[in-house]
């Protein structure tokens, strides 16, 4: 897979060591098992899989060049480049300006953009309005384009399953840019629903069977259909594509259950299914996939309490630390600075989106053993900042230098 140059700010030479080593010993990625740092009374077990995946290094090496490349030029980032306040912060700091906020809020009019300006699109690429709305100023994106490849092969699905007249449903958060931007191409090419959980596809599937009336569809799924989309026709053949940083196995599930309920709708003769359900099970992400995958054996593991750092507004960080609290106590923080001391953690609650304090969080006795994992738009230095503060509190930062070799 094809390498990337990302500032040195970002690297850790403790993970990069880890990760290298785990690569040469499971060059086939089929084992998930934890990496185990013995550090005396301190016990971390590392994830098999976290961190940077190839979209969001992709995307921070284009931004990064594009500032070197370009002294003296206004350059824009259409909305956070991705989820994690520290690269955003970073992009900032060298002068690049945010035209949205992650909820696409505008920031800055995009009548204040000329031709000579730079507008980068970010990893979750942007909505074919958009594209259109910086053509029409001169603005060429093409160069400066992050869109994710493995958003873009959602796209292409979605293209590929409308011309045989499928109505795509979206898995995803209805207000997170990626779904945007995939509703955005989708519905360009067909009718398109958005479904945000198995909630809502339960009460999808009551129309699909005619159990629910026609009307009161529009109200229930207000904001998340196309235009002109009929809920009485455009419903009797469909696929399931996914925002790429959903929870893999909610997908499925949601895909299994719509394909279940076509099957007892329509009664299809054996292996006509696909008059009615398109097979999309190609579009899940594969570094959502293997983290996600990574934390089911992490979670093997016996432990006292899971860490999992990343962005607060980061869905695939926040689907990882809704694996690991089903297990044990977790915390879900940004950086080691919310690591206030060995008594007291600043975390984020992300049911109720809001930062609170715990005291007494790290155990009395020990070994203490302690699961970590990051989001895959998490800086490795970040975790290696993490595991040094944790570290430090039990006198074993000396003996970290043994696994970076």
Excluded at 210 to 215: E, K, R, V, Y
Aim: net charge negative; glycine share 6%.
């Amino acid at each position: 897979m094809k390498t990337f140059n990302v500032p040195i700010i970002y690297r850790s030479p403790l993970i990069s060591a880890i990760k290298n080593s785990r690569r040469q010993q499971d060059k086939m990625k089929k084992d998930f098992s934890p990496t185990h740092l013995d550090l005396g009374d301190l016990h971390i077990y590392l994830a098999r899989h976290f961190g940077f995946c190839y979209g969001v290094e992709n995307a921070i090496e284009i931004s990064f060049r594009t500032i070197e490349e370009n002294p003296g030029r206004r350059i824009f980032l259409l909305s956070e480049m991705i989820h994690n306040p520290q690269v955003n912060a970073d992009l900032g700091s060298r002068g690049v300006r945010f035209l949205q906020d992650t909820y696409g809020q505008q920031l800055i009019s995009f009548e204040e953009l000329n031709a000579d300006d730079i507008v980068i699109i970010p990893a979750f690429g942007a909505t074919l309005e958009i594209e259109k709305k910086l053509r029409d100023i001169g603005i060429r994106t093409e160069r400066y384009n992050t869109t994710c490849p493995f958003v873009e092969k959602v796209w292409n699905r979605s293209a590929q399953i409308a011309k045989k007249n499928y109505t795509i449903v979206v898995h995803g958060k209805p207000g997170h840019e990626e779904t945007r931007a995939t509703f955005s191409h989708a519905a360009a090419d067909t009718p398109t629903v958005v479904v945000k959980d198995m909630a809502q596809t339960k009460i999808l599937a009551e129309y699909i069977k005619g159990a629910l009336p026609p009307d009161s569809f529009y109200t229930t799924f207000k904001g998340q259909y196309s235009h002109g989309f009929d809920v009485q026709k455009d419903l009797r053949r469909i696929g399931v594509v996914n925002q790429t940083t959903m929870l893999a196995s909610d997908t499925q599930a949601i895909a299994d259950f719509l394909k279940q309920t076509m099957i007892e709708v329509y009664q299809p003769a054996e292996g006509n299914i696909e008059q009615h359900f398109a097979d999309t099970r190609d579009t899940l992400c594969y570094a959502t996939l293997d983290n996600q995958s990574a934390i089911m054996g992490l979670l093997n593991t016996p432990a006292d309490l899971a860490i999992v750092v990343g962005g607060y507004n980061s869905s695939n960080t926040s689907h990882l630390v809704e694996l690991c609290e089903e297990k044990l106590t977790t915390f879900f923080i940004s950086s080691e600075e919310k690591i206030i001391s060995p008594t007291e953690i600043l975390h984020y609650n992300f049911h109720n989106k809001k930062e609170v304090k715990t005291t007494g969080w790290l155990p009395a006795q020990h070994p203490v053993r302690i699961l970590i994992s990051s989001g895959a738009s998490c800086p490795d230095a970040l975790v290696e900042a993490v595991i040094d503060k944790l570290a430090g509190y039990y006198n074993a930062a000396e003996k970290l230098e043994v696994f970076i070799g």
